[in-house]
């Protein structure tokens, strides 16, 4: 089977530099390489950089695919927005893990499938996952939990261990955070599971007369920071940073405080999730039978619609058959046969005792046409 790996790196606060940009070319000739991207599959060789130090030095986001079953994302962001001990709680396992390295924490979720899975093409991936990165940045920790899902159904932690805050919103999953639980494969009933504890999404946002009031409250100097970041330092985070601080650690999470006390161990997920898949199961072989003995009633009623309209033709349906087999064609001994089984079935119904004979009565005519009487055979007459 042909190999194929692909690698996407993308900056997203602040573009690369022409020596940054040349620096990255080293590594590779047919890299497709931009200010904010480094593109690159393989078919044969492999990537000769290492990703963890490209992620500490130029990028924000990284992902990786091989068609042998290995999915990786990695999601840089400053301490300031993602506390590594918050992230920590979540990720903290082999599937999922965090660096931290000059002020940044850098994210990484890895699934594996070891049977291979489908063959999925990188390309556009990262662009439909990206935006989890602002979302992490918002303080929504909807992502930290699917890691902690990861670890727990890729068997890294113990079934005694309790899952950490449950974040709400883990039903009403943004695309991008539904494109991470495909992209990390984590099973639909575990993530069910997870949900049922999970508080609806609020809308968190403070409106613009508590951002106004936030604001007059603030120490002249901090203004004059806050506007030298945003004019000179051209701080694309800082909106992220600023709403954090505004609604304050408690609103960040809201319904986190209603679900602490229930919060549940890796076995008990697991359980529910296996009960979950059960039922289903259970379900879908209810829905298929109903539907199988929908069709037999149907086959029935057609048969029997199909035997009245032959009714009474019985001898111009003989001498048909006579003709088909005259032919010596095997299309032909098709329809003969399945003719053939149109009166068997019009002769059991009617209570006709000549069927059997006149069946044998061809067998002794055709007996040189082992075609023919082959079909015969199969078709149990």
């Known amino acids: ?50 990703p963890d130090a490209w992620m500490e030095k130029y990028f924000d ?39 931290v390295k000059n002020g940044k924490v850098v994210l990484s979720f890895h699934s594996d499938d070891e049977g291979g899975g489908e063959w999925v093409e990188g390309e556009g991936q990262l662009a439909s996952l990206i935006s989890v990165r602002a979302e992490l940045a918002r303080g929504d920790r909807r992502a930290l939990y699917l890691g902690w899902l990861l670890c727990a159904q890729s068997g890294d932690l113990e079934d005694d261990e309790v899952e950490p805050p449950v974040p709400a919103g883990l039903a009403q999953l943004s695309a991008s955070l539904e494109s991470l639980a495909e992209f990390l494969r984590i099973d639909t009933y575990l993530l069910q599971a997870a949900a049922a504890s999970s508080a609806p999404l609020a809308d968190r946002e403070p409106r613009p007369a508590e951002i106004r009031q936030w604001l007059a409250r603030l120490p002249v100097a901090k203004k004059d920071d806050i506007l030298v970041r945003l004019i000179a330092e051209n701080d694309g985070l800082l909106a992220h940073e600023l709403l954090q601080q505004i609604r304050g650690e408690d609103a960040t999470e809201q319904g986190t405080a209603r679900v602490a006390t229930g919060r549940r161990t890796v076995a008990e997920l697991l359980r529910q999730a296996e009960q979950a898949a059960e039922e289903r199961r259970r379900v879908a072989a209810e829905e ?20 009245d309209a032959l009714a009474g033709r019985e001898p111009a349906i003989w001498r048909q058959v006579e003709s088909l087999i005259a032919t010596k064609q095997p299309k032909s001994y098709d329809q003969a046969v399945t003719l053939l089984v149109d009166l068997r079935d019009l002769a059991a119904r009617e209570g006709a005792a000549d069927f059997q004979r006149r069946v044998e009565e061809l067998r002794a005519a055709h007996a040189r046409k082992p075609t023919f009487i082959d079909r015969l055979q199969k078709a149990g007459l």
Request: proline share 3%.
């Open 1 to 50: 089977m042909s190999e194929y790996q692909y690698y996407e790196f993308q900056a997203v606060d602040r573009p690369l530099t022409e020596r940054e940009m040349t620096e990255l070319r080293s590594y590779s000739t047919r890299a497709r390489i931009t200010p904010t991207s480094f593109v690159n599959d393989y078919s044969w060789g492999d990537f000769k950089g290492d």
């Open 288 to 307: 298929a039978a109903q539907e199988k003995a929908r069709r037999e009633r149907e086959a029935v009623i057609a048969r029997a619609q199909h035997l």
């Open 61 to 99: 986001a990284f992902l990786y695919v091989a068609n042998w079953g290995t999915h990786i994302l990695k999601l840089r962001l400053p301490a300031r927005l993602l506390d590594a001990d918050t992230a920590g709680l979540y990720c903290a396992g082999e599937n999922a893990w965090l660096r």
